[in-house]
């Protein structure tokens, strides 16, 4: 049976930070030399990942809308 709404995200030897932009929560995670950032809005789960810097992935977020 599948769970509706649950994400499961490998956090183990990770990095881990929460962060509220436009009051949004996201999670960016590094782990391995990638980064991903995770968050839910309008009801939908998103995931964004790559090999880029932290401070980068930040300011994609800081854009959406």
């Known amino acids: 049976r599948e769970q509706e709404g ?3 995200i490998d ?3 990770a990095e ?3 962060l509220n932009i436009n009051n949004n ?5 590094e782990k391995n030399g990638r980064i991903s950032v995770h968050w839910t809005m309008n009801n939908m789960m998103y995931m964004l990942s790559g ?3 932290k401070e980068e992935i930040i300011n994609i977020i800081k854009n959406l809308k």
């Open 51 to 53: 090999n880029i810097e």
């Open 25 to 29: 929560q996201y999670m960016i995670v």
């Open 16 to 18: 881990v930070e929460n």
């Open 11 to 13: 956090t183990e030897n």
């Open 6 to 8: 649950i994400a499961h």
